[in-house]
């Protein structure tokens, strides 16, 4: 008999055992969401020229000393870094009268040049730079009398070697436009000079000093 209840109690603990609910697991604590830390750019927007970039400057003189004058002028060159190497094309053309006397001069030279940034500003808009070069030129000066009891022509030619030095400044209103100023020496050296077909023998050189407002373009990103 107590044999029978023992074997009863094992088959009722194992029965009520197995009728129980498997435990459901508990669910993973949260916790408060974190924000993502801010992107930085890996570069910040730099305001001044391209590093690199072909580059074509105006330069329009301020010292007008003749009437109707014309002086334009424009290089051409590549700038690298802080450096601009280009060659500048430069051209007078202008004419003074004074009663029956009308002297009209005509300058052209080619100049190779060589700019340097020697400061910025830290966004590097602002920019001060140094400028120095040599080239060859071609000028011609003619004087006429209207007079009618006594008309006159004479024209005198000459070649000169043009030797520049100057400061200047641009700021870049955008990475590819800048506008600027530039004050300076040019030493026009004579070569040869040559009066109504006849070489004269005069050397040396002459001194003028300019005011000049540049434009700017140049091209890269």
Same mark, same amino acid.
């Given at each position: 008999?107590?044999?029978?209840?023992?074997?009863?109690?094992?088959?009722?603990?194992?029965?009520?055992?197995?009728?129980?609910?498997?435990?459901?697991?508990?669910?993973?604590?949260?916790?408060?969401?974190?924000?993502?830390?801010?992107?930085?750019?890996?570069?910040?927007?730099?305001?001044?020229?391209?590093?690199?970039?072909?580059?074509?400057?105006?330069?329009?003189?301020?010292?007008?000393?003749?009437?109707?004058?014309?002086?334009?002028?424009?290089?051409?060159?590549?700038?690298?870094?802080?450096?601009?190497?280009?060659?500048?094309?430069?051209?007078?053309?202008?004419?003074?009268?004074?009663?029956?006397?009308?002297?009209?001069?005509?300058?052209?030279?080619?100049?190779?040049?060589?700019?340097?940034?020697?400061?910025?500003? &830290? &966004?590097?808009?602002?920019?001060?730079?140094?400028?120095?070069?040599?080239?060859?030129?071609?000028?011609?000066?003619?004087?006429?009398?209207? &007079?009618?009891?006594?008309?006159?022509?004479?024209?005198?030619?000459?070649?000169?070697?043009?030797?520049?030095?100057?400061?200047?400044? &641009?700021?870049?209103?955008?990475?590819?436009?800048?506008?600027?100023?530039?004050?300076?020496?040019?030493?026009?050296?004579?070569?040869?000079?040559?009066?109504?077909?006849?070489?004269?023998?005069?050397?040396?050189?002459?001194?003028?000093?300019?005011?000049?407002?540049?434009?700017?373009?140049?091209?890269?990103?």
């Amino acid at each position: 008999m107590i044999k029978r209840l023992l074997v009863g109690a094992v088959v009722c603990g194992s029965s009520f055992a197995l009728a129980q609910p498997a435990p459901v697991p508990s669910a993973p604590p949260s916790f408060p969401p974190t924000s993502s830390p801010a992107t930085v750019p890996a570069e910040i927007e730099h305001g001044g020229p391209p590093q690199t970039g072909f580059q074509i400057q105006g330069r329009m003189s301020t010292n007008l000393g003749l009437t109707d004058i014309v002086t334009p002028g424009f290089s051409m060159g590549y700038r690298t870094g802080n450096m601009v190497i280009s060659a500048e094309l430069g051209l007078i053309v202008g004419s003074l009268t004074s009663g029956t006397l009308t002297d009209s001069v005509y300058l052209i030279h080619l100049m190779p040049a060589i700019s340097f940034d020697v400061w910025q500003s &830290d &966004d590097g808009r602002a920019r001060m730079n140094v400028i120095g070069g040599i080239g060859i030129g071609q000028g011609k000066l003619k004087s006429e009398r209207t &007079d009618p009891m006594n008309p006159s022509i004479s024209e005198s030619t000459a070649t000169y070697l043009p030797v520049l030095a100057g400061i200047g400044g &641009d700021y870049y209103l955008h990475k590819n436009f800048a506008l600027g100023v530039e004050a300076g020496a040019e030493l026009p050296f004579l070569l040869s000079v040559s009066n109504n077909g006849t070489d004269q023998n005069v050397k040396g050189g002459i001194q003028s000093l300019h005011g000049l407002l540049r434009v700017t373009f140049i091209t890269g990103r």
